[in-house]
């Protein structure tokens, strides 16, 4: 069975700085795929990346990146710059395999301060 | 819009009460998943249809039951409900799994 593990449930950061969320995973499947998706007070769940697990080369997409060490089951977020709206939960997620099932982590709730 | 639509967004009902959460996926998206977000159980997958037919079934209570029709959007049916049942409810489409799934913006269930 394939787990996420996010170990850090609260985070804060001042706006303009950068800040990086942990993710670990568990699976035995070689081809997957791993996301972020941000959930706002608005409670929508929005995809902010994704990496293939074959893709060594990491994701980037504008201010957010990731850091994917796939030997240590790792998939850290790093947000640069940051912005009051980028104040939400931040959920760590995988599929893999032929499970279709995406499977969370318990998020990570992230603060911006001013 | 992320093309996923739920009704209805907000729901009260009293306990033991019956009701259905409807989904309709994106155009061109032939999964529909359905997951039950709460407080101290964090997203939990229930159920994954695709083109009309079960696929995949997670922590989904006898009490709960779905399906998905031949226009391709799909029903979750909660029954005896309890105030456990308490939750947001998500319904999210795919095409397949390279680009993850689109949720709906979710249905909030107050069961009183």
């Known amino acids: 069975a394939q787990t996420v593990t996010q170990s850090q449930p609260e985070m804060s950061v001042q706006e303009a700085e950068t800040v990086t969320l942990s993710c670990t995973y568990d699976t035995s499947e070689n081809n997957y795929y791993l996301f972020w998706y941000k959930q706002p007070p608005s409670r929508q769940m929005i995809l902010v990346i994704r990496q293939e697990a074959y893709k060594q080369q990491n994701a980037t997409e504008n201010r957010f990146s990731v850091n994917f060490q796939k030997a240590a089951k790792s998939f850290s977020l790093k947000i640069s710059d940051s912005q009051l709206g980028d104040t939400a939960m931040y959920f760590c997620?995988?599929?893999?395999?032929?499970?279709?099932?995406?499977?969370f982590g318990k998020g990570t709730l992230l603060t911006v301060n001013p | 819009d992320s093309g996923v639509t739920q009704t209805p967004k907000h729901l009260i009902t009293a306990t033991g009460q019956r009701v259905t959460l409807r989904c309709s996926p994106r155009s061109g998206d032939l999964s529909v998943y359905w997951y039950q977000q709460s407080l101290d159980q964090g997203l939990q997958f229930l159920i994954q249809?695709?083109?009309?037919?079960?696929?995949a079934k997670g922590n989904i209570l006898e009490r709960f039951s779905a399906q998905q029709f031949p226009d391709l959007h799909s029903e979750l049916n909660l029954s005896s409900l309890e105030l456990g049942d308490s939750a947001l409810y998500f319904c999210?489409?795919?095409?397949?799994?390279?680009?993850?799934?689109?949720f709906g913006s979710g249905t909030r269930l107050t069961v009183v």
């Open positions: 249809y695709y083109n009309g037919e079960e696929r």
């Open positions: 999210a489409s795919s095409v397949g799994t390279v680009n993850g799934y689109t």
């Open positions: 997620a995988f599929i893999g395999g032929s499970n279709y099932k995406l499977t």
